[in-house]
Nanobody
């Protein structure tokens, strides 16, 4: 079992920044490949970013245009998402999740543990 708790969401104006954090407890977090997803009202959940267990490999949704950065601190059992130049279309509930062994990082169906989500609202 891996328990995930997101924090750091809130209301921000367009062009602003937020840093989301995900605190993990339970099984060996340091060996888990982690991802961030988001879900806007009326939309399907979509892939945002992924980081390998070592932190050496990161992947992002093409639509982000380099505005977001994922990182992790295995000593603190946390994974973070730095979001810059936020746009109203970034408004969504953001979730962190742990990838199943052998899963595809862009496929939310391949993630086995999920946090409860944190709301990000970007005003225009």
């Amino acid at each position: 079992q891996l328990h995930l708790v997101e924090s750091g969401g809130g209301l921000v104006q367009a062009g602003g920044s937020l840093r989301l954090s995900c605190a993990a407890s339970g099984r060996t977090f340091s060996r888990s490949n982690m991802g961030w997803f988001r879900q806007a009202p009326g939309s399907e959940r979509e892939f945002v970013a992924h980081i390998s267990w070592s932190g050496l490999n990161t992947y992002y949704a093409d639509s982000l245009e380099g505005r977001f950065a994922i990182s992790r601190d295995n000593a603190k059992n946390t994974v973070s998402l730095q979001m810059n130049s936020l746009k109203p279309e970034d408004t969504a509930v953001y979730y962190c999740a742990a990838l199943s062994l052998g899963g595809l990082y862009r496929d939310d169906g391949d993630y086995e543990y999920w946090g409860q989500g944190t709301q990000v609202t970007v005003s225009s």
